[in-house]
């Protein structure tokens, strides 16, 4: 746990530069309070089943999947409160997990959107 917490740390000190020192800190708590690092992480590269990144993708990736499409935020904002459907990700062999549960019980919208503004933000 406390390496994940130094590699955290290490990742969110090369974030965007818009953001504020704080927005960072505060965007980690959430995430981590939220349980999102149970599945998700900020940087790609690291490796689970079948060689696949660990069950959903890495933020950054998202982020840059996501850059510049209008409507963005609100899709995603919606997917992490609803989850998504393992017969229609748009991940599909390239994570290990199949689709995101609903998160409604461990996030608020005004949560979900702030954290999605914040992932999306990432470079």
Request: hydrophobic content about 45%; overall charge positive; charged content about 15%.
């Amino acid at each position: 746990m406390k390496r994940l917490l130094i590699t955290l740390t290490a990742t969110l000190l090369a974030a965007p530069v818009w953001a504020a020192a704080g927005d960072d800190a505060a965007a980690l708590k959430l995430a981590t309070g939220s349980g999102c690092m149970t599945c998700h992480h900020i940087e790609p590269g690291a490796k689970g089943p079948n060689g696949l990144p660990p069950i959903g993708p890495a933020w950054r990736d998202v982020a840059a999947k996501y850059k510049g499409q209008t409507g963005a935020q609100k899709q995603l904002t919606t997917t992490v409160l609803a989850g998504s459907s393992p017969y229609e990700s748009h991940w599909k062999d390239k994570v290990s997990g199949l689709a995101m549960p609903p998160n409604k019980v461990a996030i608020s919208e005004a949560d979900a959107g702030k954290l999605v503004a914040w992932i999306l933000g990432l470079k």
